[in-house]
């Protein structure tokens, strides 16, 4: 199993002791998990960005991903409620499976950009579908680091969506 951190500023009350802790905490979850289902996987733990993160790579898995990685958001969940539990803490702890987030970190960011190009060329807002938080985050972050365009999110779980609309 892996440790790491990349150099970010944990928050003030979190050191990387601790946050490594509950990614510990959240691998041991889920390596349970994965022996009652019976699916292989290699389980890494580190800390990235200044929160805990787990990675579980291996054949057989998409099935913990889900459709558009709703299983995966569900045992992310299920994971933070455990080390909640552990450590009488919250936990922004981030869960992957079979580089799922990755995969769709990439796929989003063209997502972003395609509403950026529309936005500048057409000067109308641009209403994208529904997006967890997670991939939400992710277009906000795209968006957000282009010149002459901002974002927000409108609506109410589950079908809360990012509006990419032109800086007056």
Known sequence: MAASTNGAK???ATSDVDLFRQSEIAADYVEGLLDILDYDGDIDELVSAGRPVVEVVGGRLQALVGQRGATLEALQELTRLAVFRQTGSPSRLLLD???????????LSAVAKNAVEKVKQHGEA????????????CVHDVVNAIAGVESESEGVEPNRRIVVRPVD
């Open 126 to 137: 641009v209403r994208l579908e529904p997006m967890s938080a997670f991939e939400r985050k």
């Open 97 to 107: 499976v079979g580089g799922y987030r990755a995969t769709r970190r990439k796929e």
């Open 10 to 12: 944990p928050a003030a």
